[in-house]
């Protein structure tokens, strides 16, 4: 019970953390790997399959508030597109242990950001 309950848990919280705009996707990274023991390139799997219902709701959300600027989705869509898929080919022909230092140190930069911000 303790195996599902946990996890169920840990992406509610990270949901509705999400859902307030304050990253929730990289708390369940976190929380996934140091909490969970789930391997780091698992976790970002996840992560990205958790992401796209959390990302279908943010853009419907947005559109219906009128909120999307239709020139600049159109300018930057394509280009998204392709570095998502250049990021994705260099994470699976490195190595991992090669991308958690700069991954780490992504996620303190984020962090400090955010906390400045706030």
């Not at 840990?10 to 996707?25: E, P, Q, T, Y």
């Not at 990289?26 to 958790?50: P, S």
């Not at 022909?93 to 230092?101: F, N």
Request: hydrophobic share 60%.
């Amino acid at each position: 019970m303790k195996e599902f309950v946990l996890p169920l848990l840990a992406g509610v919280g990270c949901g509705v953390l999400s859902a307030w705009g304050i990253g929730g996707g990289t708390l369940l990274l976190l929380v996934m790997t140091l909490a969970f023991g789930v391997d780091q390139a698992a976790a970002q799997g996840i992560n990205l399959l958790y992401f796209l219902p959390t990302a279908a709701m943010g853009l419907i959300w947005h559109r219906q508030n009128g909120l999307l600027d239709k020139v600049v989705l159109r300018r930057t869509v394509p280009w998204a597109l392709a570095t998502a898929a250049a990021g994705a080919w260099a994470a699976t022909a490195l190595d991992v242990t090669l991308l958690r230092r700069p991954f780490g140190l992504f996620l303190m930069a984020a962090a400090v950001l955010t906390l400045r911000q706030k």
